[in-house]
């Protein structure tokens, strides 16, 4: 057994059983259920700031002072409350897994959240420096990002409660002929109740407590840390390692990875826009699109750029041909023609560029952006299939889309060398199957 079998025989049952963890896909699903809103909330807020000279007071001229109104209130109504949404998606998913009613029981999710959501907030009224606190209202704070990993937490804990109500047989049965809404709104009375009920203890206890709540506990001990650690170039680093390792062996990488990583990407792509909404100083330099529109360009392992040096270096039929085929699903970050027809996929010379272009453009990227030359992504959340360069456009300016074209151009001169040697490798196999043809006919 070679190296290469041995390394695999110990990688792969762990990347699959993280990929098929049923907390981590419930998870990566709720947050698929809230992606739509998310990206139409940040488009819209993009469009309230556009990093475009004189735009404001060409707006301003046109529809008024008050013109942003307009793209705020979808962004208020979509990226500002995107805990709620994660919660439903999450405690939809995980309750699908269990076979049960996902409707109801992510209903039940939610106001358990709610129910660990003090329904107070401090205001400071403008022009004043005076803070009041004011009663009876839901608190956007932690309803938002900052409110995200209570609101995960929540969706997961109130629905294995209710799974194991559901379990012990403690649910009212309707007779035969009960329409079925009102068979299943009766079948979840007693495990919401006692959800509820356990949810209530909790921050009944919390008040005691320090913290008063546990969104406080939660956003101190687990939340800041694990942002902080995020939102750190060896994080991001040994992130894209993993996730072109596992495409080595044929299992989508982002997938794994994101399944742990996305939530604190998303959080603190969150914060970024926030701060570009109130046009202040960005926070963080990693974000979901500091990974997906920079350090993947072209998909996972910076593809594009081998499509790339596929049609205008190689000269076998083989990568002609792959390249033919991979170039336009690459210009919008799809690359899996390439990574299973060249292939990349348990090919030893490939694999170095396919580990180190990713590590090499995240070191480009936060050196421009935390040195000041290219700004920050602004945390509008775009599709991950996103051409490059307007990606680039859209979340850091021309400076991001000139970044891009730069990434585009390293990673192709990283992957050169590497496809010359498969290029000719596949040549001389070409050659080989012509001549064994031509001697058949000639027999």
Same mark, same amino acid.
């Given at each position: 057994?070679?190296?290469?079998?041995?390394?695999?025989?110990?990688?792969?049952?762990?990347?699959?059983?993280?990929?098929?963890?049923?907390?981590?896909?419930?998870?990566?699903?709720?947050?698929?259920?809230?992606?739509?809103?998310?990206?139409?909330?940040?488009?819209?807020?993009?469009?309230?700031?556009? !990093?475009?000279?004189?735009?404001?007071? /060409?707006? $301003?001229? #046109?529809? &008024? +002072?008050?013109?942003?109104?307009? =793209?705020?209130?979808?962004?208020?109504?979509?990226?500002?409350?995107?805990?709620?949404?994660?919660?439903?998606?999450?405690?939809?998913?995980?309750?699908?897994?269990?076979?049960?009613?996902?409707?109801?029981?992510?209903?039940?999710?939610?106001?358990?959240?709610?129910?660990?959501?003090?329904?107070?907030?401090?205001?400071?009224?403008?022009?004043?420096?005076?803070?009041?606190?004011?009663?009876?209202?839901?608190?956007?704070?932690?309803?938002?990002?900052?409110?995200?990993?209570?609101?995960?937490?929540?969706?997961?804990?109130?629905?294995?409660?209710?799974?194991?109500?559901?379990?012990?047989?403690?649910?009212?049965?309707?007779?035969?002929?009960? !329409?079925?809404?009102?068979?299943?709104? /009766?079948? $979840?009375? #007693?495990? &919401? +109740?006692?959800?509820?009920?356990? =949810?209530?203890?909790?921050?009944?206890?919390?008040?005691?407590?320090?913290?008063?709540?546990?969104?406080?506990?939660?956003?101190?001990?687990?939340?800041?840390?694990?942002?902080?650690?995020?939102?750190?170039?060896?994080?991001?680093?040994?992130?894209?390692?993993?996730?072109?390792?596992?495409?080595?062996?044929?299992?989508?990488?982002?997938?794994?990875?994101?399944?742990?990583?996305?939530?604190?990407?998303?959080?603190?792509?969150?914060?970024?826009?926030?701060?570009?909404?109130?046009?202040?100083?960005?926070?963080?330099?990693?974000?979901?699109?500091?990974?997906?529109?920079?350090?993947?360009?072209?998909?996972?392992?910076?593809?594009?750029?081998?499509?790339?040096?596929?049609?205008?270096?190689?000269?076998?039929?083989?990568?002609?041909?792959?390249?033919?085929?991979?170039?336009?699903?690459?210009?919008?970050?799809?690359?899996?023609?390439?990574?299973?027809?060249?292939?990349?996929?348990?090919?030893?010379?490939?694999?170095?560029?396919?580990?180190?272009?990713?590590?090499?453009?995240?070191?480009?990227?936060?050196?421009?952006?935390?040195?000041?030359?290219?700004?920050?992504?602004?945390?509008?959340?775009?599709?991950?299939?996103?051409?490059?360069?307007?990606?680039?456009?859209?979340?850091?300016?021309?400076?991001?889309?000139?970044?891009?074209?730069?990434?585009?151009?390293?990673?192709?001169?990283?992957?050169?060398?590497?496809?010359?040697?498969?290029?000719?490798?596949?040549?001389?196999?070409?050659?080989?199957?012509?001549?064994?043809?031509?001697?058949?006919?000639?027999?």
């Amino acid at each position: 057994m070679s190296k290469m079998d041995k390394f695999e025989d110990k990688v792969m049952p762990v990347a699959d059983k993280i990929a098929n963890n049923r907390y981590l896909c419930a998870i990566r699903d709720g947050f698929m259920l809230a992606m739509p809103l998310l990206i139409i909330g940040a488009m819209f807020l993009l469009f309230s700031a556009l !990093p475009i000279p004189g735009y404001e007071n /060409f707006m $301003a001229g #046109i529809f &008024g +002072a008050n013109w942003a109104d307009f =793209f705020l209130v979808p962004y208020h109504a979509t990226m500002a409350i995107m805990t709620l949404f994660v919660v439903l998606g999450i405690s939809n998913s995980l309750s699908e897994h269990y076979e049960q009613d996902g409707i109801s029981t992510a209903v039940i999710a939610l106001v358990c959240f709610f129910v660990l959501t003090p329904f107070t907030t401090n205001f400071t009224p403008k022009g004043s420096s005076a803070i009041y606190k004011v009663d009876s209202v839901i608190p956007m704070e932690w309803i938002g990002s900052k409110g995200l990993f209570v609101g995960m937490l929540t969706a997961i804990f109130a629905t294995e409660i209710v799974k194991s109500v559901y379990k012990k047989g403690w649910k009212i049965t309707m007779p035969k002929g009960v !329409p079925p809404a009102v068979s299943k709104a /009766f079948s $979840a009375l #007693i495990p &919401g +109740a006692i959800a509820i009920s356990v =949810f209530g203890i909790v921050r009944l206890i919390f008040c005691y407590t320090p913290f008063h709540t546990v969104h406080n506990l939660i956003f101190t001990i687990l939340q800041v840390p694990l942002t902080s650690l995020g939102d750190s170039l060896g994080a991001t680093i040994i992130a894209n390692f993993f996730v072109s390792l596992f495409w080595l062996f044929g299992i989508s990488g982002a997938d794994v990875v994101e399944a742990v990583m996305n939530p604190i990407w998303l959080a603190l792509s969150a914060d970024n826009l926030a701060a570009y909404s109130k046009g202040v100083a960005l926070p963080h330099v990693v974000t979901q699109q500091f990974v997906q529109i920079y350090t993947w360009v072209g998909g996972s392992g910076c593809t594009l750029a081998l499509c790339i040096a596929l049609l205008t270096v190689c000269k076998s039929q083989q990568c002609k041909k792959i390249g033919q085929l991979g170039i336009l699903p690459g210009l919008f970050n799809i690359n899996e023609p390439v990574t299973f027809g060249l292939p990349i996929v348990l090919n030893p010379i490939l694999a170095i560029p396919f580990i180190a272009t990713p590590i090499v453009e995240s070191i480009i990227t936060y050196v421009c952006m935390a040195g000041g030359i290219v700004p920050a992504p602004n945390g509008v959340i775009i599709p991950w299939t996103t051409p490059v360069i307007i990606g680039g456009l859209f979340v850091s300016g021309w400076q991001g889309a000139v970044l891009q074209a730069i990434e585009l151009v390293i990673a192709f001169l990283i992957y050169l060398p590497f496809i010359k040697i498969v290029d000719r490798q596949y040549c001389e196999q070409e050659k080989t199957a012509n001549q064994a043809e031509g001697a058949q006919e000639n027999a």
